[in-house]
């Protein structure tokens, strides 16, 4: 086994994905401008802020409750998943370097899972129109933990736990600020991707992430050319996963 593939052995990796790994928060974007505008509503400024850590049901009953709508929660999520669906499919794309990335994890011994608010409808499809969904271990979702949005762990618990890996032997990659939070409540180790969405956010992340990125090339780092460092003699240091590495602290931060 060589030094590559031993670098991560008993170590996990936990990935969000809206935000994260994809580049898909426009679409939601969109579907609440084109949804709302056809009840004749404008998209509040904090909208999108209120419902991030939500989950699909949640979001649904917050916005007939916010908007005095006559529309049932399933009706909604009915909706919205029409609208999304053909984006998530063959619009959105990976953020930056991802895919390079996960296939350094895979190969240095890191076990990969997903830990999302995506239903099996949207996240399934997104994931292998951009060619990632065969890195993953296993792939999670709030209502595989209860219905429990990611205010609280139990998703990354989730995750862990289906993986065979301790809270904290693991690294939580996220854009939320609410989900950063509760995976550092359990012992684990955050990194923080910079989406447009978290902007209003991003000085606490700076202050409670083990690292922050604008892509995954800023991510914690192996031999395949991302961010890695030479030795003395040229080669790639292989560096394990979290708690490994000075936090790369954005000058943005």
Known sequence: MTQKTKANQGKGAIFDLDGTLLDSMGVWDQVDVDFLAKRGIEVPDDYMQKVAAMQFRQIAEYTIARFGLSDTPEALMEEWDHMA?????????????????????????????????????????????????DYFDDVVSVDDA??????????????????????????????????????????MHVWAMHDDSSDADWPEICD???????????????????????DVSGHCVIRPLHAFMTPIRSISC
């Not at 993986?163 to 995976?183: H, N, W, Y």
């Not at 192996?222 to 460092?229: A, K, Q």
């Open 208 to 230: 409670l992430a083990d690292g922050v990125m604008f892509d995954f090339h800023d991510a914690p780092s192996y031999c395949n050319g991302l961010h890695s460092s030479p």
């Open 85 to 133: 669906r053909v984006m998530y499919a063959t619009v959105v794309e990976a953020k930056p370097y991802a895919r390079e990335y996960l296939e350094s994890l895979k190969a240095s011994g890191a076990k990969l899972a997903v830990a999302t608010s995506l239903p099996p409808m949207l996240r399934e499809p997104a994931m292998k129109h951009v060619g990632i969904f």
């Open 146 to 187: 209860g219905d429990v949005g990611k205010t609280e762990p139990d998703v990354y618990l989730l995750a862990a736990s289906r993986l065979g890996i301790k809270p904290s032997d693991c690294t939580v990659f996220e854009d939320l600020l609410v989900g950063m939070r509760s995976a550092k409540s359990v012992g």
